[in-house]
């Protein structure tokens, strides 16, 4: 050990910076990161990272080097403050090269989730020791990217290409255990991990093993490795998003050269991927779930632990299934024993089905049966902290229910509707504590899909938004705050979007061309498609319950002929295309007459419609529509909508959501396409909207 004046000492001491710490352990060197909340790798931990090893390595005192961090992860990846803004020195790749070049052994010491570029820096260490609970990843491709710091190279050569691809074009977070059999890992521990570095860091002084083992050095094995099988592969399950492919090509074209000039080629394309709009838009989105999440208010949340259900259709049995699943307890509520029963029977499939897919392990399920309780009786609720409706979608059923609700729940409990179009104002006047009542509109089927839509009605306290909030999150649902309108945000920006569809199969176009065209653009599904598979009806009868706008005479007339004509979808086994006893559609010649004959019998005249046609005009009506939602204010921010879209819809999540399409439309594409619409088809159905609201 160094004395206290000495020059060694005084190194350590120029090392030193708020965010990344030196101490002296019986010649081990101890770099520390603690940059709350997740050791991100900001500028400072860049150039403390780099002074640290530099300070180490010339130190006589100190035979090996650890890396490791404080707080609740190793080093979780980028630092998302720096996102969109220009690289700063040290540059990332110069700092993992820093790492891997040291002269003495350097050993990364991994807990909580190593991602990315955390990822990469324990590549470049020459030993690898993580606790058991740690998981490790290359996410990049979520944000459009590929690793730009030697990752692409150092994985290849420790993993071989099979593995390293699937990591890296998958971003899948993946257990360390799951690594036992190669050499990515010198020791995967359930004892301290300090304890276990130091153990480690001392054997190999003991041992005189002080060369560093350096991946980089290392060679490719990929003799036998089929590239072009898994490039098909690949392309197939990127489904349009560009990063994959890039990241194959990257190990491809790599995989024989030296890891100075791989991470040359590496960096090339990491930085065309940066400069993409698929990488603007991913990044968007990413940012989009963050800032939903976001109040104005600074109301404090009630804990909720007691929640009851109303209602065990498919709806009610989903939202059980999610709140079981995370830890809360549920009383369900039906109308008889025997629905109670078909309630249950509904949560235990859905329970079985996770353990089927490997969503959950095979014991999960019998530890959140144990947290159900079922009745008949709404006297159970007394003791529940929130209350949630799934029953039959009419607003006077709903109405009675809450007042049943409230005369035996806490005057403190929440009460919430997942209605998806009824006026939630109409449903809180009706009950005498209309500042506890608040949508939670969750998306079908509940027990998977992320989108949560909490209702603001004109008395709902901001306590019960924020708890509403608060519960999505544990859910760990994207919660996105909207205010009452019909279909509320999601629901009223679809309808305008499925009635440009269904318009324009009045006006000629085919339902495979429209479904074709949407999902070759990026959709999920087509949304004829969709339609079919939710039922024709159930949207006709909730737009059924008020007018269909006179100034519209093609309004969802495709869909009031399908219904007339008992073609309701996969339920019938006939809707907009026909299915087969085993699912699968086929055109349906039918539709195509039934179709002709409404647009004569409505004068619409027909047209031969292009994909980009069909495209535009679906796209423009969602911009049209967000843009009037924003300006209502049923929305706080623009991007809600977005995250909306992305996790509701089906929107390809490369392309940012439908107004992040607008913005790099630009405001004077967007006004002039949305002027020619008004002009053709009136401002009844393309009304005046505010693009001065697109940044």
Not at 58 to 84: H, L, M, P, S, W
Not at 304 to 323: D, E, K, L
Not at 407 to 415: D, Q, W
Not at 453 to 475: C, F, H, N, P, Y
């Amino acid at each position: 050990m160094a004395t206290e004046n000495s020059p060694k000492e005084q190194n350590i001491e120029s090392a030193q910076s708020p965010v990344v710490t030196i101490n002296l352990v019986k010649n081990t060197g101890i770099i520390t990161i603690d940059y709350a909340p997740v050791n991100a790798l900001s500028q400072a931990v860049r150039i403390g990272l780099v002074h640290a090893i530099e300070s180490l390595e010339i130190n006589d005192d100190v035979k090996v080097i650890i890396i490791r961090c404080q707080g609740k992860t190793f080093i979780a990846g980028a630092d998302i403050k720096e996102f969109g803004k220009p690289a700063t020195q040290p540059y990332f790749p110069d700092v993992v090269n820093t790492i891997e070049a040291c002269s003495k052994p350097v050993i990364a010491s991994l807990f909580g989730t190593s991602l990315g570029g955390g990822f990469e820096v324990a590549l470049a260490c020459h030993y690898r020791i993580a606790y058991s609970t740690a998981k490790v990843g290359m996410p990049e491709v979520n944000l459009g990217l590929i690793p730009g710091a030697g990752g692409t190279q150092r994985l290849m050569r420790i993993l071989g290409p099979e593995q390293a691809l699937e990591m890296i074009t998958s971003g899948r977070h993946i257990s360390v255990t799951k690594f036992t059999e190669s050499n990515l890992f010198d020791v995967i521990t359930e004892n301290d991990l300090d304890q276990q570095s130091q153990i480690f860091a001392q054997q190999l002084i003991s041992d005189n093993n002080l060369t560093p083992r350096r991946v980089g050095e290392m060679s490719v094995n990929s003799s036998d490795f089929d590239w072009q099988a898994a490039k098909t592969n690949i392309i197939k399950k990127a489904r349009g998003k560009q990063a994959p492919a890039v990241a194959f090509d990257v190990l491809e074209q790599t995989q024989k050269m030296n890891v100075s000039d791989g991470m040359a080629y590496e960096r090339e394309q990491f930085l065309k991927l940066r400069a993409s709009e698929q990488s603007a838009a991913l990044i968007h989105a990413f940012a989009a779930e963050k800032q939903a999440a976001k109040l104005n208010s600074k109301a404090q949340p009630v804990e909720v632990i007691n929640v009851g259900i109303i209602g065990g259709g498919n709806m009610g049995s989903g939202i059980a299934t999610c709140f079981l699943t995370a830890n809360f307890n549920v009383q369900l509520i039906e109308q008889s024993n025997e629905a109670l029963e078909a309630g249950l029977a509904r949560i235990k499939n859905n329970f079985s089905s996770n353990v089927k897919r490997g969503r959950m392990n095979q014991s999960a399920p019998d530890a959140c049966l144990a947290r159900l309780n079922s009745s008949t009786d709404y006297q159970s609720l007394s003791h529940c902290d929130l209350v949630l409706e799934a029953v039959f979608e009419n607003i006077e059923v709903k109405k009675a229910l809450f007042q049943k609700v409230v005369a035996v729940c806490k005057p403190e409990t929440v009460l919430a509707t997942n209605t998806s179009y009824l006026d939630i104002d109409e449903i809180a006047a009706s009950i005498n504590r209309p500042e506890q009542l608040v949508g939670m509109h969750f998306f079908s089927p509940a027990n998977i899909m992320k989108l949560l839509e909490i209702v603001k009605a004109d008395k709902t306290s901001e306590k019960v938004i924020a708890t509403a909030m608060q519960v999505g999150k544990k859910l760990k649902k994207v919660s996105v705050l909207v205010g009452v309108c019909f279909g509320f945000a999601g629901n009223r920006m679809y309808t305008r979007y499925g009635r440009e569809v269904q318009q324009m199969l009045l006006e000629g176009a085919k339902v495979e061309q429209i479904d074709n065209a949407m999902t070759n653009w990026g959709m999920a599904m087509g949304p004829l498609a969709v339609q079919d598979m939710s039922g024709i009806d159930i949207g006709h009868s909730a737009r059924s319950a008020q007018p269909f706008p006179t100034h519209d005479k093609g309004y969802f007339r495709a869909a009031a002929t399908l219904v007339e004509a008992n073609r309701l979808g996969r339920k019938t086994q006939a809707g907009f295309y026909q299915y087969d006893e085993n699912g699968k559609k086929h055109h349906a010649a039918e539709v195509d007459t039934l179709l002709f004959e409404k647009a004569q019998q409505l004068g619409i005249k027909q047209r031969i419609f292009s994909d980009e046609d069909i495209v535009q005009r679906a796209l423009f009506a969602l911009i049209s529509e967000g843009l009037a939602l924003l300006k209502a204010g049923i929305v706080q921010r623009m991007s809600d909508i977005d995250a909306i879209w992305l996790h509701g819809y089906g929107f390809p999540r490369y392309k940012g959501g439908p107004m992040f399409q607008a913005s790099q439309i630009g405001k004077a594409q967007v006004e002039q396409k949305l002027a020619e619409f008004r002009e053709e088809f009136s401002e009844a159905i393309w009304p005046v909207v505010d693009v001065d609201l697109l940044r």
